[in-house]
C-alpha cells in the first residue's frame, strides 16, 4: 500500500509539473505573438489532457486573448463563455467580456459583465471605473459622475485615481461645467499625467473655449501617448490632419 500511495503521488507531481511546462510553452508563444499556435496547442492539449483547475484557467485566458489579438471576437467571446460556465466569478475574464463589448459600443452588454464583476469583486475598482467610462460613452454623464466617485472611494493606484478623475472631467465637460472639468482635468493629470485619454479632455476643453492652436497640441500629445484612435476625427475636424 505504501508503494502504491507513494507512486500515484510520484504520479500526481509529473502530472502537474508536465502541465506546468505545457503553459509555459503557449505563454512562451503569446509573448512570441504565435498566436495561431497558441489556440491550436491549447486546443489540443485539452482535449486529450484533463488539466488541473489554475492551468486550465490560464490556458483558457491566453487562447480567448489570442482570438482577441487575431481579430476573432466570436471565438474569443465564447471561449470566455466557456470559462464562466466553470468559473462564474472568474475576475479577468468579467473584465475582458465588460471591455470588448464596451468598446464594441455594446454598452448594455458591457454593463451586464461588469455589475457582476461588481457583485462578485465588490472591494475591486475596475468595475466601477469601467462603468463610469462607458456611460460616458452611453451620454449619461451624471451615472458616469456617480461610478467614477465609486471608484474614488475604493481605488488606491494612481493610475485607477487618475482615470477616474478623467472619467468625471469628460462628464462635466459634456454638462457644460467647464470650470469644474479643469480642475477635475488637474487632478487627474497629477495622478496620472501620462494618460492619452486626459490630454484628449483638454483639448476638448480648448475647443469649448475656442483656442484651436492649444487644443491641437494637446491631441498630439495625446496622439503620441498611444491615442491614435480616440483623436483621429478630433485632428481631422480641427487641425487638418
Known amino acids: 500500500m505504501r508503494v502504491l500511495a507513494f507512486s500515484l ?21 503569446f509573448k512570441a505573438k504565435n498566436y495561431r499556435k497558441v489556440i491550436n496547442f491549447t486546443e489540443a492539449y485539452l482535449h486529450v ?4 483547475d489554475t492551468v486550465q484557467l490560464k490556458l483558457l485566458h491566453l487562447k480567448s486573448r489570442a482570438h482577441r489579438y487575431l481579430e476573432e471576437y466570436n471565438y474569443s467571446f465564447y471561449t470566455y463563455v466557456d470559462i464562466l460556465k ?10 475582458h467580456l465588460g471591455y470588448m463589448f464596451g468598446e464594441a459600443g455594446n454598452f448594455y452588454t ?15 475598482p475596475v468595475g466601477t471605473l469601467n462603468l463610469s467610462y462607458y456611460n460616458n460613452g452611453l451620454g449619461m454623464h451624471e451615472k458616469a459622475i456617480a461610478y467614477a466617485d465609486s471608484t474614488l472611494q475604493l481605488a488606491q493606484d494612481s493610475l ?13 465637460i459634456q454638462l457644460g461645467n467647464l470650470e469644474t472639468a479643469v ?4 487632478t487627474s493629470l497629477s495622478y496620472y499625467p501620462l494618460n492619452s485619454h486626459a ?14 492652436e492649444e487644443a491641437c497640441n494637446a491631441l498630439e500629445m495625446s496622439r503620441m501617448l498611444g491615442g491614435v484612435s480616440i483623436t483621429n476625427q478630433l485632428r481631422k475636424e480641427y487641425c487638418g490632419n
Do not use: M
Not at 509539473?17 to 512562451?28: C, K
Not at 458591457?110 to 475591486?124: C, G, I, M, S, V
Not at 478623475?165 to 462635466?172: E, G
Open 49 to 52: 489532457n484533463p488539466p488541473v
Open 160 to 172: 485607477t485615481i487618475g482615470a477616474a478623475w478623467n472619467n468625471r472631467c469628460f462628464a462635466n
Open 110 to 124: 458591457a454593463f451586464y459583465f461588469l455589475e457582476k464583476l461588481r457583485k462578485y469583486h465588490p472591494n475591486d
Open 183 to 186: 480642475q477635475e482635468l488637474k
Open 199 to 212: 490630454y484628449k479632455n483638454l483639448a476638448l476643453i480648448h475647443i469649448e473655449t475656442e483656442n484651436s
Open 9 to 29: 503521488f510520484f504520479f500526481s507531481v509529473s502530472f502537474v509539473q508536465a502541465q506546468q511546462e505545457v503553459l509555459l510553452d503557449v505563454e512562451a508563444a
Open 86 to 95: 466553470k468559473y462564474p466569478s472568474d475576475r479577468l475574464t468579467l473584465i
